[in-house]
């Protein structure tokens, strides 16, 4: 059976380059639209140390039959198509500093298919931040070491992949 690949979307940071984005950089605050939850956000912006940020959210995909996947976006500033970015500066909530010692992506297959729905930022310290695809279509669902209760990816964590991005 062929497998059909849907790969993470990168707009601004080719995805061969993601890892060697983030690894050794510090997250130290994220935002996101009001009404927006870590459970289901819409938008999701990390910001960083040396005072860049990314953003995150899915696309979905119908696959086989009802079957949807979703497969994360990540943007830089500005570089996200059709006005999706938001300067949400204003909505910025402070955390304890993740130091970003290595990058994984989440791999899911169902289907024929294989999705590359999440990451994991993972810090020296063994603190792990999550981003994956939510459930609802367009939404990412986030795990931050400070609140792992709302996480809530469209796929089943056990039933996932784990892929380690070289930096």
Same mark, same amino acid.
């Given at each position: 059976m062929t497998t059909t690949v849907l790969p993470l979307i990168c707009h601004g940071v080719p995805p061969e380059g993601?890892?060697?984005?983030?690894?050794?950089?510090?997250?130290?605050?994220y935002a996101m639209p009001p009404k927006h939850s870590?459970?289901?956000?819409?938008?999701?912006?990390l910001y960083f140390e040396d005072g860049g940020n990314l953003e995150f959210w899915s696309e979905f995909y119908n696959t086989a039959g009802w079957n949807e996947l979703g497969v994360l976006v990540v943007s830089s500033p500005g570089e996200a198509p059709n006005g999706r970015s938001l300067n949400l500066e204003q909505f910025r909530?402070?955390?304890?500093?993740?130091?970003?010692a290595g990058c994984r992506k989440l791999l899911c297959e169902e289907d024929g298919f294989l999705a590359?729905?999440?990451?994991?930022?993972a810090g020296e310290d063994?603190?792990?931040?999550?981003?994956?695809?939510?459930? $609802?279509?367009? @939404?990412?669902?986030?795990? /931050? #070491?400070?609140?792992? $209760?709302?996480? @809530?990816?469209?796929?089943? /964590? #056990?039933?996932?992949?784990?892929?380690?991005?070289?930096?």
């Open positions: 993601l890892a060697r984005n983030l690894v050794g950089r510090t997250v130290t605050a870590l459970k289901a956000a819409w938008l999701f912006t909530v402070e955390i304890p500093s993740i130091h970003i590359e729905c999440g990451l994991l930022l063994e603190e792990n931040l999550i981003i994956a695809a939510g459930i $609802s279509p367009g @939404s990412v669902s986030v795990s /931050l #070491p400070s609140d792992e $209760s709302n996480f @809530s990816p469209l796929l089943d /964590l #056990p039933y996932c992949t784990w892929q380690e991005l070289d930096a």
